[in-house]
Nanobody, 124 residues
């Protein structure tokens, strides 16, 4: 059974940093591209970025360039999202996702697998 478990969310202050983790099971993680999405209150879910299966190439949505860093550790079946200089507008539920194709994640935004999400609330 496929499972994507996000963790690391919570209540944080403006200007701080946060690292989200997503640990996968039930599929061959190292052969899958992975991605992160987020959904802010009252808004549609949007792509943050995606990372190829080997981790050597990362794509970021325009809104995520500069403060967001995706990485992965295939030995731990885990993908990470590091967010720095957090802003109030980063408040959202953050979801990780997986698909055999990075294109499916970052272009079609319709990955095969989704996690349940982790809430990040940025307060001032």
């Amino acid at each position: 059974q496929v499972h994507l478990a996000e963790s690391g969310g919570g209540l944080v202050q403006v200007g701080s940093s946060l690292r989200l983790s997503c640990t996968a099971s039930g599929f061959p993680f190292s052969t899958y591209a992975m991605g992160w999405f987020r959904q802010a209150p009252g808004k549609e879910r949007e792509l943050v970025g995606g990372i190829i299966r080997g981790g050597g190439s990362v794509f970021y949505a325009e809104s995520a360039k500069g403060r967001f860093t995706l990485s992965r550790d295939n030995a731990k079946n885990t993908v990470y999202l590091q967010i720095s200089s957090l802003k109030a507008e980063d408040t959202a539920i953050y979801y990780c996702a997986g698909d055999r194709s990075l294109h499916q994640i970052v272009e079609l935004q319709s990955p095969e697998y989704w996690g349940q999400g982790t809430q990040v609330t940025v307060s001032s």
